[in-house]
């Protein structure tokens, strides 16, 4: 049941630590746009009327800063969890490393 309730538990922290970080990532890069291009980014990139050039421009940088910052709210919940807990996320081992239980 520990083992049930402590990959529970992770999916929940690491959930919300991805998303939440996802979210200002979303929101910065969206305000930098509007600060180096002095306009909104395209509301829906894959609508006819938006500029292929912009679409893929924005499609680019909103998903490589969402993906890094996810990616760094899920390393650093990763090791509060790891400290908090002295082993890390269930999950986060290779398959050949973990012990069985």
């Known amino acids: 049941m520990a083992k049930a309730a402590s990959k529970l538990g992770w999916k929940v922290i690491g959930g919300a630590a991805t998303a ?53 709210a899920e390393r650093a919940a990763a090791r509060t969890w790891a400290r908090a807990t002295g082993s890390p996320p269930p999950g986060m081992l290779r398959p050949e490393l973990e012990t069985a239980d």
């Not at 939440?20 to 929101?27: F, I, P, Y």
């Not at 292929?52 to 760094?72: M, N, P, Q, V």
């Open 20 to 72: 939440l970080a996802g979210t200002a990532a979303s929101k910065g890069v969206t305000v930098a746009y509007r600060k180096i291009r002095k306009s909104d980014p395209p509301v829906n990139p894959a609508d006819p009327d938006t500029a292929l050039a912009e679409a893929i421009a924005w499609a680019a940088i909103s998903g490589l800063a969402i993906g890094l910052g996810r990616l760094a």
